[in-house]
C-alpha cells in the first residue's frame, strides 16, 4: 500500500491491517525520524498481536533512542541502512586510496591533502553523520600510516557543502565546485586534490565541473582528481572503470530487498540471519557493504 507521503493516510492503512488479521506489517514511515510517529503506527499493530518490521528510513532522532524504542517493543525490528557503516567503507577506502597515491595526489606538493565535501541534504541527520564517519575513517587510516590529516581546501575548520534545496543533485554540486575551481585549482598552486560525496549523482556532477577544466577526463595520463561518491549506481561503475570517478561505496536496493526479506523469514520462520550479508544488533538489522573501485 502506498501513502503517498500521507502519515493519516498511512495510519489508516495499518489500522486496515490490524483489522484484516496479516500475520505481519512492513512499513517504511512517512514521518522522518519520528519516534512518535512510529509508535502511533505501532500501537493498533501490538494490540492485535501483529508483529512489525520498520524499515527503510529512520524513526529516531538517535541510534540510542532507537534501541530503547525497540527493547521496549520486542515484536518489532527495524532494517535500514547504517550510516556509520557506510561512512566507514566510504572512508577507510579514501584513506587506503591516498595512502597508496599520496604523492600523485597531493598535486601542490605541500605534504597535505586539500579537499571538498558534498553532504546532500543540510536536514538529514544520516548524511550529516555518514559525512562525518567518512573524514573522520579517512583521517584515522592516514594517521596510522604518519601522514597528516585532510584540510578542507580554503585551510578553514570542516565544513561539508550541502544543496539549500535539499534535492542530492548533480547539477548543485558541478556549478558548486565550478565556482571553488575559479579560485582553487592547479593553476592556483592551491586546488581541491579530493572530492567526497554523499551520492554518486554530486559525485557525477563534480567529474563533469573536472573535465570542463580538463581534468578527470579519458585521456591516458591526464591529471585526475579523487572523487568518491556512496550508491554503486551504473553511472558511477562506468565512471570508475574509465578512471574518471575513483570509488564508491555499493547501496543499492538491492541491499534492502535482501535484508528486508531475511527480516520476514526471520520473523514468520525464524530462519537465522547470514552473517555473511547482514549485521545484526539490537533487534537492528543492517546490509553489510561493499566498496567498488580503484585501489
Not at 50 to 59: E, K, N, T
Not at 140 to 160: F, H, N, R
Not at 180 to 204: Q, R, T, W
Not at 261 to 277: K, R, Y
Amino acid at each position: 500500500m502506498d501513502a503517498h507521503g500521507s502519515f493519516r493516510t498511512q495510519f489508516d492503512q495499518v489500522m486496515d491491517a490490524a483489522a484484516s488479521g496479516t500475520d505481519l506489517v512492513c512499513i517504511q514511515s512517512c514521518e522522518y525520524a519520528s519516534l512518535s510517529a512510529a509508535q502511533e503506527l505501532l500501537d493498533p499493530l501490538e494490540a492485535a498481536g501483529i508483529p512489525v518490521i520498520f524499515f527503510g528510513r529512520s524513526i529516531a532522532p538517535s541510534h540510542e533512542k532507537l534501541v530503547r524504542f525497540l527493547s521496549d517493543h520486542p515484536d518489532c525490528l527495524y532494517v535500514n541502512h547504517d550510516v556509520e557503516d557506510i561512512g566507514r567503507v566510504q572512508g577507510t577506502s579514501i584513506g587506503e586510496y591516498l595512502c597508496a597515491h599520496y604523492t600523485d595526489c597531493d598535486l601542490n606538493g605541500d605534504g597535505i591533502i586539500s579537499f571538498v565535501c558534498f553532504q546532500g541534504d543540510p536536514y538529514d541527520p544520516d548524511a550529516v553523520h555518514r559525512s562525518r564517519f567518512a573524514c573522520d575513517l579517512a583521517n584515522q587510516v592516514l594517521e596510522e600510516a604518519g601522514y597528516p590529516a585532510l584540510q578542507w581546501y580554503d585551510g578553514s575548520d570542516c565544513c561539508a557543502l550541502a544543496d539549500p534545496q535539499c534535492m542530492w543533485s548533480a547539477a548543485f554540486a558541478r556549478d558548486t565546485l565550478n565556482d571553488l575551481l575559479k579560485v582553487y585549482s592547479p593553476a592556483s598552486g592551491n586546488m581541491i586534490e579530493l572530492i567526497i560525496c554523499g551520492c554518486d549523482d554530486m559525485a557525477n556532477g563534480c567529474i563533469n565541473a573536472l573535465f570542463h577544466i580538463d581534468l578527470n577526463t579519458d585521456v591516458p595520463g591526464s591529471l585526475c582528481i579523487p572523487v568518491f561518491g556512496v550508491d554503486g549506481t551504473d553511472l558511477a561503475r562506468e565512471l570508475i572503470q574509465k578512471k574518471r570517478m575513483t570509488g564508491t561505496v555499493i547501496r543499492s536496493p538491492e541491499h534492502m530487498v535482501r535484508s528486508l526479506t531475511a527480516a520476514i523469514s526471520f520473523v514468520l520462520d525464524a530462519v537465522p540471519f547470514d552473517p555473511q550479508t547482514e549485521r545484526v544488533e539490537d533487534a537492528c538489522v543492517f546490509p553489510l557493504y561493499e566498496y567498488l573501485g580503484n585501489r
